[in-house]
């Protein structure tokens, strides 16, 4: 028993490492995507910004799929720790981030490439025909900007804290944290829904910075720390058990 519970601590102490970095890669490439398309996506006349910088828009792409994939990793890799505590939470974290979400930054990047042909057409066309090209450049555009992902990464972070706070498996502070922070994150999700918001205004950002900052405290956290070795050892008995 005393061998199983070793090595339960040192699987969960590789694995908080893991996790640890992959919240920083998806963060990263997070913040670059929308440095590489913010300036284009955003721009008065969109669609020409589009035709001339699509490499912008390819490469944002690229970075949201990063993100995407190291983010999916993250349930994947918590679910056999997670289950012991309570598995349908466990399970359903896997749904929402690992996943859902991935289906919602998916869709998000096609609709930025699909700004690349029709920003091509848009640059090609007669001028009594731009109104037409700007409504679908703007449909296309409003894909990333629907609050469906912040509900879906949302609902999923307030499970997975949830569940750190219940087993202790990091310092409760930090999961305290992070549910505050995410409830501020679903806020944005109805603000946008009611149109009293956008998903580049100031008081988005700012609503969403606690989350930011917090997500990266705990991949800190992780990296040098680790999951509460006691934590560990308590979720291995419980699954011996059952």
Same mark, same amino acid.
């Given at each position: ?10 699987? =969960? ?42 490499? !912008? ?10 993100? =995407? ?28 981030? =690992? ?29 009594? !025909? ?26 999923g972070a307030l499970i997975f804290y949830s569940v750190l706070y219940q087993t202790k498996l990091i310092p409760r502070w930090i999961s305290v944290w992070g549910l505050i922070a995410i409830v501020l994150h679903l806020t944005t ?9 956008? =998903?580049?205004?100031i008081s988005n950002s700012i609503m969403n910075f606690p989350i930011f900052l917090q997500e990266m405290v705990m991949a800190v956290w992780l990296i040098a720390k680790g999951f509460d070795p006691v934590a560990i050892a308590s ?8």
């Amino acid at each position: 028993m005393n061998t199983n519970k070793a090595s339960s601590k040192e699987t =969960g102490r590789k694995t908080a490492i893991v996790v640890g970095l992959l919240y920083i890669v998806g963060t990263v490439a997070g913040v670059l995507s929308v440095v590489f398309t913010g300036p284009v996506l955003n721009a008065t006349d969109a669609l020409m910004q589009v035709s001339a910088n699509q490499n !912008q828009i390819v490469i944002g792409a690229l970075f949201v799929l990063l993100m =995407g994939f190291a983010l999916a990793m993250v349930p994947l890799l918590m679910f056999p720790i997670l289950k012991k505590h309570n598995e349908v939470l466990a399970l359903g974290y896997v749904v929402f981030r =690992g996943a859902l979400e991935p289906v919602t930054l998916f869709a998000t990047v096609i609709s930025w490439l699909l700004l690349i042909p029709l920003s091509h057409e848009y640059a090609k066309a007669a001028v009594p !025909q731009a109104a037409y090209f700007h409504t679908v450049g703007t449909l296309l555009r409003s894909v990333g900007d629907l609050p469906l992902a912040v509900f879906v990464f949302g609902l999923g972070a307030l499970i997975f804290y949830s569940v750190l706070y219940q087993t202790k498996l990091i310092p409760r502070w930090i999961s305290v944290w992070g549910l505050i922070a995410i409830v501020l994150h679903l806020t944005t999700g109805f603000l946008i829904m009611f149109g009293l918001q956008t =998903g580049f205004d100031i008081s988005n950002s700012i609503m969403n910075f606690p989350i930011f900052l917090q997500e990266m405290v705990m991949a800190v956290w992780l990296i040098a720390k680790g999951f509460d070795p006691v934590a560990i050892a308590s979720l291995s008995g419980k699954a011996e058990m059952d």
